[in-house]
């Protein structure tokens, strides 16, 4: 087998969330968080390449903390991933994973302000709850009196984590009628984000009007890898191959 583990192709791979934590007596660490809706096996390869690459990269300590929306996929993602032989594995991650089995509601806008981080944890696990209103309306008070900045990060971290439910569409008319003070912030982060999205657009565009001016054929499946990419440092190595390559998978391959 080829000893050579270089990466020559370009690979996506995005954690949800990564924070550097300064610990108290000095140091940090770095937490990685990924929410999880549904078991995926394939995840579980991908945790331990994430903490892999970010404990070589940044030499920092490394948790990885799994957020899930009901007990079953908790547990899934709580189970040891072990890589190696059964009787001596070479690397074991076990993931650190908050549920609505292990996080309590906090449904009271005083308690949330004391922990206003296991407040937004409570309402990303309970999306799903019928009380998930209350948690809502809880954080978003206790948010109202943090520091705009920090409340910010906090509200689009907790938009983020409810994904698709319709608990989402309750904490967004929270944030458009109830956090005027810090709206600024989060809407432009929201058009920034807009922003990147349309370069990315605009890329994927260019790198398949290039290959159809050169008379390059795209196969279906290289088309739709190339529309879908969000990545914009992967499609800017692609829009540079786009140039020379001979074929569409030399584009995405490097050959």
């Not at 937004?120 to 206790?142: G, Q, R, W, Y």
Request: glycine content about 6%; some cysteine; overall charge negative.
């Amino acid at each position: 087998m080829d000893t050579d583990l270089t990466e020559i192709r370009p690979l996506e791979r995005h954690v949800d969330t990564l924070m550097r934590i300064d610990v108290a007596g000095g140091g940090s660490l770095l937490l990685a968080i990924e929410a999880q809706s549904k078991k995926d096996p394939d995840k579980r390869s991908s945790w331990a390449y994430y903490l892999a690459h970010l404990y070589a990269k940044f030499r920092y300590p490394c948790v990885l903390l799994v957020v899930c929306r009901d007990k079953g996929t908790a547990e899934w993602a709580a189970e040891p991933i072990r890589i190696g032989l059964d009787e001596h594995p070479s690397l074991v991650v076990f993931p650190l994973v908050l549920g609505p089995h292990n996080v309590p509601m906090v449904t009271e806008a005083a308690r949330a302000a004391e922990d206003i981080p296991m407040a937004v944890f409570s309402a990303i696990t309970h999306s799903n709850d019928h009380d998930i209103a209350a948690i809502l309306e809880a954080l978003a008070e206790a948010l109202r009196a943090t520091d705009a900045d920090a409340a910010a990060v906090f509200a689009e971290f907790t938009e983020a984590g409810l994904g698709t439910t319709p608990a989402r569409e309750i904490w967004r008319n929270l944030m458009g009628t109830g956090l005027s003070h810090f709206r600024g912030f989060v809407a432009e982060s929201f058009r920034d984000e807009g922003r990147v999205e349309g370069r990315v657009e605009g890329r994927a565009e260019d790198i398949l009007r290039i290959l159809e001016v050169r008379g390059v054929a795209v196969p279906d499946e290289v088309r739709q890898r190339i529309s879908s990419c969000t990545d914009l440092a992967v499609l800017d190595v692609w829009f540079e191959r786009a140039v020379t390559a001979a074929t569409a998978d030399a584009v995405l391959d490097g050959g």
